[in-house]
């Protein structure tokens, strides 16, 4: 049960915000106390700063008074890292959302941290220019939930995540101080790269108010190639050749046995197969036939099928298609999901795969994995019935289990949907005790008081 927030408190930050950014009734402190980890707790308020100064002006009142404060974006994070577990104050991003800047002859964007992913691609479309992050809800996603989470995507194999794409930042700090680190340059050896710290902190080190985002040329032609093979084995070898030659591809992802019989289940028009790998190519029209067929050759070899090649848009979005389908398939299986986003280097994804069809066996559940396998980025999803007390709980005995097989295998717990409490206790296992304790030291210097989502990230001591 949380504390009521002091009177002075109160009075002033309504004062400061006024009635459209200061909520405190109860819809309003249930729906920004949810985001789509499907967890929720109650906010004892919501704030929407409308600026920096009013950013600054909610962490002091914060801070001087002992209240938590978590700052969200859009709610699409799927590790609860802005569920007010605690309680205190959610403050939602959404009023800070206007692009500042556009930049082309620089590659570069200065925006606020409440504009959408898609509404930032959009703006760029006239330039030529386009920003390589790609989570799956784009659309709706916003940059400083990218930002905070290192989001990624398909595009990730070539361009990079969420931190390889951005040049500097202003934040405020736990104690209300405003840094600002990085700028419109691409190569910078000055002091500590703080930029680059703060991406990924999940909002516990200090809160991003605006962002330089390094821009990409938007390339003139894209091509596609589905390639099936006889077992995961056989794809992984793929996925090496395919790494290891020239030409990297835009998009590499995988999908195990299970997720291809998913999509037959439902209609899709995939042969069965032991594995498939999506590949994707981008470049202008002179270049592209010669980056397919590099690809090609690479995606052949022992244990191939097939090999189906989508050269027009029309084409390369039926072949996407199948794995747009595949999240929304899973729900047919069991309406219960534990999607986990594990990374493993990828010469280890068939024993990853193994370990993934033991655990399946082992636990009586469906397990499907797929996903991003140029990076060994797989989501792992532990399908289960939340109303069958047996179900339940084997779904979430698997999941220190696979987690164990991921570290066991050199991976890691994440690859682009972050910590949150979804794997905070599960740190303590990923890292030693000295690299906890010098992230417990970074937290310390950033926000002295621990107001900063606390109970995120890091494990209890």
């Given at each position: 049960m949380t504390v009521p927030l002091p009177s002075p408190f109160v009075q002033?930050?309504?004062a400061l915000l006024g009635p459209q950014g200061w909520l405190s009734d109860a819809?309003?402190?249930?729906?920004?106390?949810?985001?789509?980890?499907?967890?929720?707790a109650l906010a004892d308020a919501v704030a929407l700063p409308r600026d920096v100064d009013?950013?600054?002006?909610?962490?002091?009142?914060?801070?001087?008074?002992?209240?938590?404060?978590?700052?969200?974006?859009?709610?699409?994070?799927?590790a609860a890292a802005a569920v007010p577990f605690g309680g205190g104050v959610v403050m939602a991003m959404?009023?800070?959302n206007r692009i500042l800047a556009l930049r082309p002859a620089d590659r570069c964007a200065v925006v606020q941290p409440g504009v959408l992913n898609g509404e930032l691609q959009q703006a760029l479309m006239p330039h030529g220019l386009f920003w390589p992050p790609d989570p799956t809800s784009a659309d709706i996603c916003s940059i400083g939930g990218n930002l905070a989470c290192n989001a990624g995507g398909p595009r990730a194999v070539k361009y990079g995540a969420t931190r390889d794409n951005v040049l500097g930042l202003v934040a405020v700090t736990g104690t209300g101080e405003v840094i600002r680190c990085g700028g419109a340059y691409t190569k910078d050896a000055t002091g500590y790269d703080l930029t680059h710290l703060l991406v990924g902190s999940e909002g516990t080190l200090a809160i991003i108010v605006e962002a330089t985002l390094k821009l990409s040329p938007r390339p003139l032609a894209q091509a596609g190639l589905r390639a099936f093979y006889r077992d995961a084995t056989s794809?992984?070898?793929a996925v090496s050749r395919i790494m290891a030659q020239p030409?990297?591809?835009?998009?590499?992802?995988?999908?195990?046995?299970?997720?291809?019989?998913?999509?037959?289940?439902?209609?899709t028009d995939v042969p069965e197969a032991g594995a498939m790998l999506l590949i994707e190519a981008d470049g202008s029209h002179d270049t592209l036939p010669y980056a397919l067929e590099a690809l090609a050759a690479a995606a052949e070899g022992d244990g191939l099928l097939s090999l189906d090649v989508a050269a027009d848009g029309s084409a390369r979005d039926r072949l996407w298609a199948a794995r747009k389908a595949l999240s929304p398939a899973l729900r047919t299986i069991k309406p219960g999901k534990i999607n986990e986003d594990v990374v493993v280097p990828v010469s280890r994804i068939p024993e990853l795969v193994a370990g993934v069809e033991v655990l399946a066996t082992e636990f009586d559940l469906p397990i499907v994995a797929f996903g991003h396998a140029g990076n060994g980025n797989l989501h792992v999803n532990i399908m289960y019935q939340p109303d069958d007390a047996s179900e339940h709980a084997r779904a979430h005995a698997a999941l220190p289990r696979l987690f164990a097989l991921v570290l066991a295998l050199e991976g890691t717990l994440s690859g682009e949907h972050g910590i949150g409490v979804a794997k905070r206790d599960f740190m303590?296992?990923?890292?030693?005790?000295?690299?906890l304790a010098a992230m417990r030291a970074i937290k310390a210097a950033l926000d002295p008081d621990g107001i900063l989502n606390p109970g995120k990230v890091l494990p209890d001591l």
């Open positions: 002033q930050l309504s819809a309003s402190r249930r729906h920004y106390g949810e985001d789509d980890s499907r967890r929720w009013d950013v600054v002006a909610i962490v002091q009142a914060c801070r001087a008074h002992g209240v938590p404060l978590v700052a969200r974006g859009a709610g699409t994070g799927t959404t009023r800070m794809a992984a070898a030409t990297t591809p835009t998009m590499l992802e995988f999908m195990d046995r299970n997720a291809i019989a998913l999509l037959r289940r439902n209609g303590a296992q990923a890292f030693s005790a000295p690299t």
